[in-house]
């Protein structure tokens, strides 16, 4: 079975670009996470989709950050425009459906902010 | 203050020695999670739990429901435990997860 799967590995850019990370869950899984990984915390949940809808996005920065995931299956998040304080691990994850369930992470994208 | 507290922190042990790390949550929960993650790597799911007891290899995992606490045990420790183990918690809707800042272990041969 194909795991989670994340792009790009790593981004570099400087502050007040924009940037995109992409997701693709393992398939059949409904329920779909995005997480921030400042170096040294735990990773603290963004945005959780349930198929193409939103559950959970309180913690989303919305006037910088965005997401979506049409049609349920691959999402994307957007930053834009990036601040220094956006360097983390942006990690991805996906379950069967909701919280009850195992939750898989892909590898992460690693974006520094300069 | 955090929904997941867990201790130590930081913990170096020798091979071969018995580990024991401790998770506590303050918020009703559905399941227990605990994770790895090793430096540079992604996390892995260790165990799922939501009540009693789960083993795999020489890692034992145990929650206590009443007191909201949790422990994760390595049994015969060796150098590729070290990792960072992280315990979230999702709570009774399965909507909000909540995770521990983790505890960074290393096991010295």
């Known amino acids: 079975e194909a795991g989670v799967a994340q792009s790009p590995r790593y981004k570099i850019i400087e502050k007040r670009q924009s940037v995109a990370f992409w997701c693709n869950p393992i398939?059949?899984?409904?329920?779909l996470y995005w997480y921030q990984q400042i170096l040294g915390q735990g990773p603290k949940l963004l945005i959780q989709?349930?198929?193409?809808?939103?559950?959970?996005d309180s913690q989303l920065p919305k006037d910088r950050f965005s997401a979506e995931r049409l049609k349920g299956v691959d999402s994307t998040l957007k930053i834009q425009p990036a601040k220094l304080e956006d360097s983390a691990v942006y990690l991805c994850?996906?379950?069967?459906?909701?919280?009850?369930?195992?939750?898989?992470f892909g590898p992460g994208t690693r974006l520094t902010v300069t | 203050k955090n929904e997941v507290e867990q201790s130590p922190q930081n913990l170096t042990a020798q091979e071969g020695e018995f580990i024991t790390i401790n998770c506590s949550y303050s918020?009703?929960?559905?399941?227990l999670h605990w994770l790895q993650q090793h430096p540079g790597g992604g996390i892995v799911s260790l165990f799922m739990?939501?009540?009693g007891k789960k083993k795999h290899g020489r890692l034992i995992a145990t929650i206590n429901i009443q007191e909201k606490h949790s422990s994760l045990h390595i049994t015969a420790s060796h150098p590729r435990d070290s990792a960072v183990y992280i315990c979230?918690?999702?709570?009774?809707?399965?909507?909000?997860?909540?995770f521990g800042t983790g505890t960074s272990l290393t096991v010295i041969p």
């Open positions: 994850a996906s379950s069967l459906a909701g919280g009850v369930y195992e939750q898989y």
């Open positions: 398939s059949g899984h409904a329920t």
């Open positions: 989709f349930q198929n193409n809808g939103v559950v959970d």
């Open positions: 918020v009703g929960i559905s399941a």
């Open positions: 739990l939501s009540s």
């Open positions: 979230a918690v999702s709570t009774l809707t399965g909507n909000q997860f909540y």
